[in-house]
């Protein structure tokens, strides 16, 4: 290449580089500044430490429902009385309700946030009469009646997916309101195009349904010392924010389907046959493989009919923040007991024939496994049972129940794809019980607290699947399991996009143009990198425990997590906060410089003296020969003294840089030319004054063939083609 052309391409190369240069712009400042400004005031609800103050309160939701499913017509009805206590110092003068099903009311703003552009590909007559001739569908609540306990019709007025009712008089702090709303909604078709949701029917080619429902009754919105009320509108994306609970719930529906629910089956006798239940008592005891309650010979018998009659499943759950229920009579059902500790728990799973062989070989057993692996960095799993419910295009969880996406192609085949993301999925969603539907943080305001949380402990069970499944044989090229989120090199992609398209993990998910990236795997990795790389095991492992115990039942924020981080673990990790949960900056170290050195002896008036000579070409072995006579400078020393002495001969200077601006520890891998290697791991203090390099020299009594960092990708560093140097 010319001089000219060298000119000119860096040149394009630096305007490039001032148009995206990551490290400036809107988040520029010190990557040290303690979060003091960005963290709420401690007080007695939420203290300095990052525990539950003495004076943390919540409240309390009680939820007595009646549920009956209209097959026929996909509509639900639900009578429901809620009794709301109000356990905080305030006075209330209205209350707030969720109706998220307005989401997907006719006339639902939501359905006019996305983009349409003119699609130029053929479609069929059925496609273009359900875009550009019917109506939209209407999967709103209709409300019947809001009668307070005298059965007096209530005040209300709904604002989009809110709904305030106004109180006669306002509800003291200890006192209890119980009001009754009857309401109905169409059930949508959540893979029909427009519908969707993360609730509704899948139709089967058998004409069958499978039912996932969930977010189907008007549910109490979350008051506390945060937010007053969270009442931000459900706009589809950002989650929910609920209150725990007592749930009293009896769902009627066809009498030949198999339904399953948040909570204790409470009339289990009733609702199943001997033989079914007989096969439960037998689960109960299975801790190697799953038992069938129903099996798929039975659950191909049962959909070929359909039964007239219907039938009552009552379920009751304490220490809730949810209810959800799945129900069809294509359902094959298998349950197997898992041993936690002193307890036992069942895990179990609801599929269709078309989810086998895959289904029945693997998603009650990554149940199990789940359950077993969360427990072991949290707390034991405190329901007694978790389910996996087979749903194409799911992914979604709720207290004890869980939606799942995968099943084999219509002839039977499994891609590694398919398998490895069904495993992934059920683990995921089994995995949400600990966050957030035990540790209740808001979903609504912060994606990244149960999704990134829930990402880390995913990626780790992923990790630990031969613990359960020791025959497994993962695909070409991955020695384990084949994760897609978690591992720090996997995230650099979306860290090394143009900042237009980033936005801090501490934004609401609704404002957030990579979702799955910005909320699930780069929380996800960063708690990937502070425990393996940051903190270690077994600071990370006890402040993660300690954080997880501490909010279990109750309503965490980001600053009681991050506090509680750095109280168990003596570690001022508000740096690490700040890089990569308020910024979108990012990992990028390198070797700037490597330069040789020799010594020689020299003479300063006359007197002995050594020195370091810069050796800049190639090392000369010859050259540290004469090292060998410094061993008779050595010679009025006592001899004990002088076996001890090192004799370092090959000297570096090496120079490092930083070009990313996220602070990570400098990770350090020396390969001699013997084949032997030295790793040194800087902490992240040697930035502390936040330069741009930071040089070393060392004394090796051997040459040094190859410098690496980050030899094992642990820091997510987006560039590593200047993280090697090796001799000329
Ligand atoms: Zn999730």
């Not at 549920?67 to 009578?79: A, C, T």
């Not at 304490?318 to 799945?326: E, G, L, M, P, Q």
């Not at 390099?693 to 083609?721: C, H, L, R």
Request: aromatic fraction near 14%.
């Amino acid at each position: 290449m010319n001089r000219i052309w060298c000119l000119i391409l860096s040149f394009l190369m630096l305007s490039v580089y001032a148009q995206e240069d990551k490290n400036k712009g809107h988040y520029d400042e010190s990557p040290f500044k303690q979060l003091k400004e960005e963290l709420p005031t401690p007080n007695m609800f939420r203290t300095a430490s990052g525990a539950p103050g003495p004076a943390y309160y919540q409240q309390q939701a009680d939820y007595k429902m009646s549920i009956r499913l209209d097959e026929e017509k996909d509509v639900i009805y639900g009578d429901e009385t809620i009794t709301y206590t109000n356990n905080s110092p305030d006075m209330l003068e209205y209350l707030w309700v969720q109706l998220d099903q307005n989401m997907r009311a006719a006339d639902s703003p939501t359905k006019m946030l996305y983009e349409s552009k003119a699609d130029t590909r053929p479609m069929t007559i059925e496609t273009y009469s359900k875009r550009y001739r019917e109506g939209a569908f209407d999967g709103g609540f209709k409300l019947e009646l809001l009668q307070d306990a005298n059965g007096k019709d209530m005040q209300f007025i709904i604002n989009q997916t809110m709904m305030r009712i106004d109180l006669e008089k306002p509800l003291a702090p200890t006192e209890k309101i119980s009001f009754r709303i009857k309401w109905n909604y169409n059930i949508n078709n959540y893979r029909k195009e427009g519908e969707g949701g993360r609730s509704g029917f899948e139709l089967m080619e058998d004409g069958n349904k499978i039912y996932v429902i969930a977010q189907f009754f008007p549910r109490m919105a979350v008051y506390n010392d945060v937010e007053g009320w969270q009442n931000m509108q459900f706009w589809g994306r950002s989650e929910f924010a609920l209150p725990f609970g007592t749930y009293d719930v009896s769902i009627t529906v066809p009498d030949d389907h198999v339904l399953n629910a948040t909570g204790k089956l409470m009339n289990e006798k009733e609702v199943l046959s001997n033989q079914q239940y007989q096969r439960m008592q037998q689960a109960w005891k299975s801790y190697d493989k799953p038992v069938m309650i129903v099996n798929e010979a039975e659950a191909t018998k049962a959909e070929k009919s359909r039964s007239k009659k219907m039938k009552t499943w009552k379920f009751f759950a304490d220490n809730v923040r949810d209810f959800a229920f799945s129900s069809s009579r294509k359902f094959i059902w298998d349950a197997m007991a898992v041993k936690l500790n002193d307890k036992d728990v069942i895990a179990m799973s609801l599929y269709p024939r078309e989810a086998n062989p895959l289904w029945e070989e693997y998603s009650t057993r990554t149940v199990a496994h789940t359950l077993k692996e969360y427990s072991n960095l949290t707390f034991d799993y405190p329901y007694h049972k978790a389910i996996s419910v087979s749903a194409e295009d799911q992914g979604m969880e709720y207290p004890m129940i869980c939606w799942n996406f995968g099943r084999p192609t219509k002839d039977g085949y499994v891609s590694d794809r398919t398998k490895y993301g069904m495993i992934a999925v059920i683990i995921h969603e089994i995995g949400h019980n600990f966050f957030p539907m035990i540790v209740n943080s808001d979903e609504r305001q912060w994606t990244w607290m149960d999704e990134g949380l829930n990402t880390f402990l995913q990626y780790t069970t992923e990790q630990n699947f031969k613990k359960s499944f020791p025959n497994e044989v993962f695909p070409e090229g991955f020695d384990s399991f084949p994760s897609r989120r978690g591992a720090p090199k996997d995230i650099v992609e979306y860290m090394s996009m143009p900042q237009k398209v980033l936005e801090p993990i501490m934004t609401q998910g609704d404002h957030v143009h990579n979702f799955g990236a910005n909320a699930y795997g780069k929380p996800g990795t960063a708690l990937v990198v502070l425990r393996n790389t940051v903190m270690g095991k077994k600071l990370f492992d006890h402040a993660f425990r300690t954080y997880a115990n501490r909010w279990k039942f109750k309503h965490p924020t980001p600053a009681d997590f991050f506090r509680t981080m750095e109280d168990a673990s003596a570690m001022d990790l508000d740096w690490f906060w700040r890089g990569w949960f308020y910024t979108t900056w990012y990992v990028d170290m390198g070797i700037e410089k490597v330069t040789p050195y020799y010594l020689q002896k020299t003479q300063v008036n006359g007197e002995n003296r050594l020195q370091f000579v810069e050796k800049s070409n190639e090392i000369d072995p010859a050259e540290f020969k004469k090292m060998k006579e410094l061993k008779q400078l050595d010679s009025k020393m006592d001899p004990k003294v002088r076996k001890d002495l090192k004799n370092p001969t090959y000297f570096y200077e090496v120079v490092y840089n930083r070009p990313g601006k996220l602070i990570m520890p400098l990770l350090v891998t020396f390969e001699f030319e013997d084949g032997t290697v030295k790793e040194v791991r800087y902490p992240y203090m040697m930035w502390r004054l936040n330069d741009e390099t930071f040089t070393k020299f060392y004394g090796f009594d051997k040459p040094v063939k190859k410098i690496t960092i980050d030899a094992k990708q642990e820091t997510a560093d987006i560039d590593i083609s200047n993280n090697v140097w090796t001799v000329m």
